[in-house]
């Protein structure tokens, strides 16, 4: 298969795991960071730009589900739990990797449109 063609495939359907799993954000977390993955990995085989940006946007994206799924584990936030609404602050880097991932994402398959990584027939 074409390198471009599958660079672009890639970036396609990590975008749009990202996109799914925004249907559902609490359970929707984990395919959110399954598409930064493939995201991150077409990035990675385009040589782009935003790289790192998007390796951040990644582990931003993880730690945010992680905290998420422990403080779930740990029976949420507010209410009867004794705890402050404001431990809910250590779950923001989910959303702002999922922000950053999805415009540096369709940044790099914008990219990986104009400027192709190799010559067109490839041996």
Known sequence: MHRDLLIRIILIFGLLLMLAGTLD???????IVAG???????????????RVLL??????????TAAIFILSAYGGVGGATGRSM???MICVPYPVGWL????????????????PVGPPYAA
């Open 36 to 50: 930064l993955v493939f995201v991150v990995v077409g990035a990675y085989l385009d040589h782009g730009n935003y």
């Open 86 to 88: 404001w431990w809910a």
């Open 55 to 64: 390796y951040t946007s990644l582990a931003l994206a993880a730690a945010g």
């Open 100 to 115: 950053l991932g999805l415009v540096f994402g369709a940044k790099t398959l914008i990219h990986a449109f104009r400027h």
């Open 25 to 31: 954000p609490l359970e929707g977390s984990v395919v």
